[in-house]
């Protein structure tokens, strides 16, 4: 037996799902059937292509009652939020809703002898790798442009949230999408490299950190291969002045709590003008100290665990470092 990849519930620590990793030589055919099928995919009328997508999307929504309580199972995300499906709809949605003046030529002139135009083709093979704290919206965010512009796609999830990838292939192969054409895949991080290396894909996309990224510029490095990296971040908020206060605390320790901070966009710092700030404190104490952390499954959980106990380490780890350097504590903080 190859590689296992392992799914740890960080609600109680138990192994909530599994799956082999494909070997090397079974991912080379998976690509090389991607490869194969992507000339006819492509060359289905756009409104077609749009149509299957929008119907995969559709048959997504149609899991939802099942996805939302095996997301927080997988990553820790409460039950009373409702899972993805509103955002993922609306992405998708978007995407489709552009797509024929997006995909149109670009007239550049005509005279007498040329015809000038920009000719928008698909890259080809697309390698989709998404993360596992928006696991539906960041995927649909390439998967549905790629597929719609007539490109075959696989997609590589993480192994937090390892049943997402199935249950968008399943949900668009019963929609009408070719099973070669959008394809869930199991790698280790090993086999993604090398065949990045080897112009398995002609495009590949990663939402996650910047170490990830940093392993995928290295696997393309010489391959000319196109990359889309969305990695971390560190995002402030600014309170100034003359801000609505009440509106300010809310949206701000609401961006930085919510999916328990685990948000590519979370508010991470902020700033505030020294009139506001002993009321912004105390506002925001308030809000936090509100919320009801626990099991995710339970209905009146707002915050459920971390996706992994590294992850909880870590921030107890940075609250410990900061209070060393002379930061105050306003919320007690919760026993190991």
């Known amino acids: 037996m190859g590689h296992i990849l392992t799914c740890i519930s960080p609600i109680d620590g138990s192994v909530f799902a599994q799956r082999e990793a494909l070997s090397f030589d ?143 292939a399943q949900a668009f192969h019963h929609a009408g999408v070719p099973t070669d054409v959008f394809q869930n895949v199991f790698f280790d991080h090993d086999t993604t490299s090398r065949l990045i290396a080897e112009r398995a894909f002609n495009f590949v996309n990663f939402t996650g950190s910047v170490s990830g990224g940093r392993a995928m510029e290295q696997a393309a490095a010489g391959t000319f291969t196109g990359l889309g990296l969305e990695l971390g971040g560190k995002d402030p908020g600014y309170v100034m002045e003359d801000a609505d206060l009440d509106t300010a605390v809310d949206t701000l320790i609401g961006a930085a709590m919510f999916n328990s901070g685990q948000c590519c966009c979370g508010i991470e710092r902020i700033y505030v003008h020294d009139s506001l700030f002993d009321t912004f404190v105390e506002k925001a104490v308030a809000i936090v100290e509100a919320y009801k952390l626990g099991n995710p499954l339970a209905p009146g959980t707002d915050i459920g665990p971390m996706a992994h106990t590294r992850f909880a380490k870590e921030v107890r780890a940075q609250i410990n470092e900061a209070v060393a350097a002379g930061a105050k504590t306003h919320i007690t903080p919760k026993p190991e």
Do not use: C
């Open 26 to 168: 079974a991912a080379t055919q998976a690509a090389k059937r991607a490869r194969a099928a992507q000339p006819g995919w492509a060359a289905r009328p756009l409104q077609e292509r749009i149509d299957l997508v929008m119907a995969g999307v559709a048959a997504v929504g149609e899991m939802n009652d099942e996805i939302v309580p095996e997301l927080a199972q997988m990553m820790g995300r409460p039950v009373r939020y409702g899972g993805e499906f509103s955002g993922f709809e609306e992405r998708a949605s978007h995407m489709a809703s552009i797509a024929r003046e997006a995909l149109a030529d670009i007239a550049v002139g005509d005279d007498s002898a040329f015809k000038r135009y920009i000719k928008r083709v698909p890259h080809g093979v697309v390698l989709v790798v998404a993360p596992w704290n928006y696991p539906y919206m960041t995927a649909i965010n390439t998967v549905a442009p790629a597929l719609i512009a007539g490109n075959t796609v696989l997609l590589k999830h993480a192994t937090q949230t390892l049943l997402v990838g199935e249950r968008m």
